[in-house]
């Protein structure tokens, strides 16, 4: 009888330090679930600063990564094409069927994710979602994080003035062309 009452003893201190050692693990999982709970806080404060910024803009924005997938895709983007942004989410830019000119933008895309030039600004004949016949004046500038470039930003104004196409890489000084 007392040496199952030692046995019993022993296993009931094992079982003690088990909960304890539980016990701090379990702390240490609520500490990190604590940690998660806030970081995703503050990326849903991001995330909804992010949709507030690209919502108040009057001039439609695209975002499409290095593989020319839209990653943003604001409301006047979709006023414009009538394509909604959980449409296009993901999806190439290039195969999208919207009506501006996508080949005569692949060259201004391709340039501003190779580095070649700072931005290019294009205007182009467009079919807006009514189907009336614009001026799409468009901006790409090279998205970058931690000096790589990541992707290209893509802003579309509806613009019935004709200016001629320029890039930052071609601007023609006052001594004439470069």
């Not at 503050?42 to 690209?54: D, M, T, V």
């Not at 009538?82 to 999208?96: H, T």
Request: charged share 30%.
């Amino acid at each position: 009888l007392e040496t199952t009452n030692e046995e019993l003893q022993s296993t009931n201190e094992e079982l003690e330090t088990m909960n304890e050692e539980l016990q701090s693990t379990n702390e240490e999982v609520e500490a990190v679930n604590e940690e998660h709970r806030l970081r995703g806080e503050e990326l849903n404060r991001l995330n909804a600063f992010l949709g507030s910024i690209l919502g108040s803009l009057r001039d439609g924005v695209v975002v499409v990564d290095k593989d020319l997938l839209v990653r943003a895709w604001n409301n006047r983007a979709e006023d414009l094409w009538g394509i909604r942004a959980d449409e296009v989410q993901g999806k190439n830019f290039m195969n999208l069927d919207i009506g501006l000119p996508l080949d005569e933008l692949r060259h201004s895309i391709r340039a501003c994710l190779s580095g070649e030039v700072p931005y290019q600004e294009l205007m182009l004949d467009a079919t807006n979602r009514r189907g009336r016949a614009i001026k799409c004046r468009v901006i790409c500038t090279p998205m970058t994080s931690r000096d790589a470039i990541t992707g290209v930003i893509l802003v579309m104004e509806e613009n019935n003035v004709a200016q001629p196409s320029r890039s930052a890489k071609s601007d023609d000084g006052p001594g004439g062309a470069s």
